[in-house]
T-cell receptor, first 115, second 106 residues
Framework: NAGVMQNPRHLVRRRGQEARLRCSPMKGHSHVYWYRQLPEEGLKFMVYLQKENIIDESGMPKERFSAEFPKEGPSILRIQQVVRGDSAAYFC?????????????FGPGTRLLVL | KNEVEQSPQNLTAQEGEFITINCSYS?????LHWLQQHPGGGIVSLFM???GKKKHGRLIATINIQEKHSSLHITASHPRDSAVYIC????????FGTGTSLTVIP
């Protein structure tokens, strides 16, 4: 049973470009969470999604960031017009059922570097 | 003020020592998680607990809901335990501590 997969593992973008980060949850998991870890800082919650629904996006920046989890395929975190401050590690986690009290399984992360 | 505070921030121990990492939180929660982040960056969920105590091998986690405090203990520590240990609480969303960086010296 493959774990949570994220790709790419490393992504380099120039300022103003778009970054697309993909997350495939564990088999059978329909709940996905995205977190950001800025350099020298702790993890911060960004968004919680179920299939085709955004449940909680209170941690998402208001502009340039969006997330989706379609019926088929991976969850996508999209960052438009990236800036240097977006450089961070972005982690995805999945859980089997609803609620923040469920065990979450983390992917290896995508390290985004904005030049 | 952070919703989750961990102590210590950094910890160095000799192999075999008993280690305690503390976590205090200020929000109402439904569960508390302990995570382990290895130097390569990968994150593993160690425990999820809402009351009492859990044990996996040499790791023990306890929580006191009334005092809003949790501890992670490592018995007979080993160099492979060297990692960052992160406390996260599930309130209306996830709040993370800044982590405790543990180094176990052979």
């Amino acid at each position: 049973n493959a774990g949570v997969m994220q790709n790419p593992r490393h992504l380099v973008r120039r300022r103003g470009q778009e970054a697309r980060l993909r997350c495939s949850p564990m088999k059978g998991h329909s709940h996905v969470y995205w977190y950001r870890q800025l350099p020298e800082e702790g993890l911060k919650f960004m968004v919680y999604l179920q299939k085709e629904n955004i449940i909680d996006e209170s941690g998402m920046p208001k502009e340039r960031f969006s997330a989706e989890f379609p019926k088929e395929g991976p969850s996508i975190l999209r960052i438009q017009q990236v800036v240097r401050g977006d450089s961070a590690a972005y982690f995805c986690a999945s859980s089997l059922s609803t609620g923040l009290q469920e065990t979450q399984y983390f992917g290896p992360g995508t390290r985004l570097l904005v030049l | 003020k952070n919703e989750v505070e961990q102590s210590p921030q950094n910890l160095t121990a000799q192999e075999g020592e008993f280690i305690t990492i503390n976590c205090s939180y200020s929000v109402g929660i439904s569960a508390l998680h302990w995570l382990q982040q290895h130097p390569g960056g990968g994150i593993v969920s160690l425990f999820m607990l809402s009351s009492g105590k859990k044990k996996h091998g040499r790791l023990i986690a306890t929580i006191n809901i009334q005092e809003k405090h949790s501890s992670l203990h490592i018995t007979a520590s080993h160099p492979r335990d060297s990692a960052v240990y992160i406390c996260a609480v599930a309130g209306n969303q996830f709040y993370f501590g800044t982590g405790t960086s543990l180094t176990v010296i052979p």
